[in-house]
């Protein structure tokens, strides 16, 4: 039995769904037909935000106490968990592929391709995603074939994930390529794009902003920043969206973890070419904040997935006054994007701070040697 969730203008239609099913579903005063392959257009299923339902929510809202005495108390600071979103490790990914498999479940498909660098968080959860809902998993990983496998990587693996090495490919140059492999062998295949970031992805994220506004109503709470890491833009653009749906009032302060373009395309372009799409099909009003779509720079220039001291001075201080796991590749390096803000106050103090944690805690035990370094305190 599949749970399929349909939303629809902002309320939630539950559909239990099971093979050889048909499906009605009123949209804007018309009767549409679900059956079998070719369910709906992309349009309509724009429309209506089909989600397969993958992980646990609402994720924790926690205030980090200790960590913000380090701060001399100037600033109260609070982290949201999406390292426990419960897909394997969990982490932001779960949001978007619940939103992306239900869209590819509704065309039919019956395998998944989607492609990263060899530790991606997202192939690791878009495996477990396809294993959950019974799906082929194809995952087109950049570089060669490793003498070890650990971390996502091992994860992926033993989830099932058919894993293509692509080489200096790392950011879904070759998809297409495999989908029409696949479609000449019979498969109906979804493309997942790099990251999980488009206007479907971006719709977790948007439906996030909603979660993250209930927990701060109840809280009697306002933030006035929210740091994140950002990377293939898709939470960035979610974030945008759902704060211009929720009337949220922070200030994003998304910290670009990758120099490099993805397919000669700029972050800051992918994320408003998402949020213009965004606005259009959720019907917001108001022109769009064009500032929302810059990133905060000058973190990234050691390159994607190269640990620096900044990484591992984050990834301690976090661990040892909360215990609380960050990553080496996104959270660690967002995360110290942050506290260099903080200790330089370029934000200004009695501020409430936000840092959303979207996981990776795995690639830990790849990068484990660098993180072991002596220095660090680890007692090697």
Not at 93 to 116: F, H, V
Not at 308 to 324: D, F, M, N, P, V
């Amino acid at each position: 039995m599949i749970n399929l969730v349909l939303i629809l203008k902002n309320k939630k239609t539950r559909l239990p769904v099971s093979s050889g099913w048909v499906v009605f579903i009123k949209l804007q005063n018309t009767i549409k037909e679900v059956k079998g392959q070719n369910i709906l257009t992309p349009a309509a299923i724009m429309t209506t935000h089909t989600k397969y339902e993958l992980g646990f929510f609402p994720t924790p809202l926690q205030e980090l106490k200790n960590f913000s005495a380090l701060f001399q108390n100037d600033y109260q600071i609070f982290i949201k968990r999406d390292d426990h979103t419960g897909l394997a490790t969990g982490g932001n990914k779960t949001r978007k592929l619940e939103y992306l498999l239900g869209e590819a479940m509704l065309q039919g498909a019956d395998s998944i391709i989607t492609a990263g660098a060899q530790q991606s968080n997202h192939c690791r959860q878009t495996a477990a995603a396809c294993a959950q809902a019974g799906l082929t998993c194809h995952l087109l990983l950049g570089g060669d074939p490793p003498d070890e496998y650990n971390g996502n990587l091992l994860l992926s693996g033993m989830l099932g994930a058919n894993i293509h090495f692509t080489g200096k490919q790392r950011k879904g140059e070759d998809l297409e390529m495999l989908a029409k492999q696949l479609k000449e062998k019979g498969l109906r295949p979804y493309i997942i794009p790099y990251g999980g970031s488009n206007l479907t992805g971006a719709m977790g994220y948007v439906e996030a902003a909603g979660e993250l506004k209930d927990q701060l109503q109840r809280a009697s709470l306002k933030m006035d920043y929210i740091f994140f890491a950002s990377s293939s833009g898709g939470m960035q653009a979610g974030l945008i969206l759902g704060m211009a749906m929720h009337g949220l009032s922070s200030k994003l302060m998304p910290v670009q973890i990758d120099k490099d373009e993805t397919q000669e395309i700029s972050l800051q372009a992918s994320v408003a070419a998402i949020v213009r799409d965004g606005f259009s099909a959720l019907e917001l009003k108001g022109p769009v904040d064009t500032a929302q779509t810059h990133t905060i720079r000058g973190y990234e220039e050691a390159g994607y997935g190269v640990v620096t001291h900044q990484e591992k001075e984050a990834i301690t201080t976090l661990a040892r006054s909360e215990g609380i796991i960050l990553d080496p590749v996104y959270t660690g390096r967002a995360f110290y994007g942050m506290m260099d803000h903080l200790r330089t106050r370029r934000i200004k103090p009695g501020a409430n701070v936000l840092f959303w944690h979207t996981g990776g805690i795995p690639a830990n035990f790849h990068y484990a040697e660098d993180l072991a370094k002596p220095g660090l305190g680890f007692g090697v």
